[in-house]
């Protein structure tokens, strides 16, 4: 059993890769006591990120075994710290990426910790305490109620997980660009890749009233983008006469107000 710090008492079952073979295994660690700022969250619902994928493959080098991943995280407050005034024993509520931040430079100081530079993940990273964290593949976690977001009675637990990581994620872009106010016009907007992140940015496109161009390798997702997510059109990516508008071969892009590209780049034959 992982022992860590001496504050860390509570004996928690999760899932763990204990090295780069993609396998991940049963595992029992050690999670801190409930501090003062503390919640402690039932854990009852954890999405898939591809970045678990990528931590568990150890394929972006930076990976400490034992490692649980999971960073998007639902479940029910079962302990409250005594400084705790947002939250409840019995509250909805969900963890995305962060665990810990500075609190005290210009990005903590204005709600976009996620670019403080002393940053801290939910899993892989290192509190403030010296302990590694681990995440949401397990039955239980303690959480900074900074980090702790409630999810709406009317939302349920397992479709509110992906929200916290994937959702974030395509909603920022969004609405820093101004698409998600009531009286926005409708825009044409193009997204790049309908994975985990696409599939929520038509979704979220489309509940704005927006038009929504899917471009994609695969030919087999028009009829889901269409069908079950609303897509209004599908473009596929290695077809180059769909990726021009063929009268005047201009490349069809320049007719969308925003594109959120979900892939990488060299996945498209037309940034080729
Ligand atoms: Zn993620
Ligand atoms: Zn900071």
Same mark, same amino acid.
């Given at each position: 059993?992982?022992?860590?710090?001496?504050?860390?008492?509570?004996?928690?079952?999760?899932?763990?890769?204990?090295?780069?073979?993609?396998?991940?295994? %049963?595992?029992?660690?050690?999670?801190?006591?409930?501090?003062?700022?503390?919640?402690?969250i039932?854990?009852?619902?954890?999405?898939?990120?591809?970045?678990?994928?990528?931590?568990?493959?150890?394929?972006?080098?930076?990976? !400490?075994?034992?490692?649980?991943? +999971?960073h998007?995280i639902?479940? #029910?407050?079962?302990?409250?710290?005594?400084? $705790?005034?947002?939250?409840? #024993?019995?509250?909805?509520v969900g963890v995305g990426?962060l665990?810990?931040?500075? /609190?005290?430079?210009?990005?903590?100081?204005?709600?976009?910790?996620?670019?403080?530079?002393?940053?801290?993940?939910t899993?892989? +990273?290192?509190?403030?305490?010296?302990?590694?964290?681990? +995440?949401g593949?397990?039955?239980?976690l303690?959480a900074?109620?900074?980090y702790v977001v =409630? #999810?709406?009675?009317?939302?349920? !637990?397992?479709?509110?997980?992906?929200?916290l990581?994937?959702?974030?994620?395509?909603?920022?872009?969004?609405?820093?660009?101004? /698409?998600?106010?009531?009286?926005?016009?409708?825009?044409?907007?193009?997204?790049? +890749?309908?994975?985990?992140?696409?599939?929520?940015?038509?979704?979220?496109?489309?509940?704005?009233?927006?038009?929504?161009?899917?471009?994609?390798?695969? %030919? =087999?997702?028009?009829?889901?983008?269409?069908?079950?997510?609303?897509?209004?059109?599908?473009?596929?990516?290695?077809? /180059?006469?769909? !990726?021009?508008? =063929?009268?005047?071969?201009? %490349?069809?892009?320049?007719?969308?107000?925003?594109?959120? $590209?979900? $892939? !990488?780049?060299?996945?498209?034959?037309?940034?080729?």
């Amino acid at each position: 059993m992982a022992q860590t710090t001496p504050n860390h008492t509570q004996t928690v079952s999760g899932w763990a890769a204990h090295d780069s073979s993609g396998k991940i295994t %049963p595992y029992v660690f050690k999670r801190r006591e409930n501090g003062i700022e503390d919640v402690t969250i039932q854990i009852l619902y954890c999405g898939m990120c591809h970045t678990d994928i990528h931590f568990v493959k150890n394929e972006w080098g930076i990976t !400490m075994y034992p490692v649980v991943p +999971g960073h998007e995280i639902t479940g #029910i407050i079962t302990k409250v710290g005594s400084n $705790v005034t947002k939250f409840k #024993i019995g509250d909805r509520v969900g963890v995305g990426c962060l665990a810990a931040t500075c /609190l005290k430079c210009e990005y903590c100081q204005n709600s976009q910790e996620n670019y403080c530079d002393q940053v801290q993940l939910t899993y892989n +990273g290192i509190f403030w305490d010296g302990s590694i964290t681990y +995440g949401g593949y397990s039955q239980m976690l303690v959480a900074d109620q900074r980090y702790v977001v =409630s #999810i709406p009675d009317g939302l349920p !637990m397992e479709v509110a997980a992906p929200l916290l990581c994937a959702g974030i994620t395509v909603y920022t872009p969004m609405k820093d660009e101004g /698409l998600l106010e009531k009286d926005s016009a409708r825009k044409r907007i193009g997204v790049l +890749g309908m994975g985990g992140l696409g599939h929520l940015a038509v979704k979220f496109a489309k509940a704005f009233g927006h038009h929504v161009t899917v471009v994609s390798t695969s %030919p =087999s997702k028009e009829k889901e983008a269409r069908e079950r997510f609303g897509a209004d059109d599908f473009v596929l990516s290695t077809d /180059l006469t769909q !990726m021009q508008v =063929s009268s005047l071969l201009t %490349p069809f892009f320049l007719f969308l107000s925003l594109v959120l $590209v979900t $892939v !990488m780049f060299e996945y498209f034959a037309w940034f080729n």
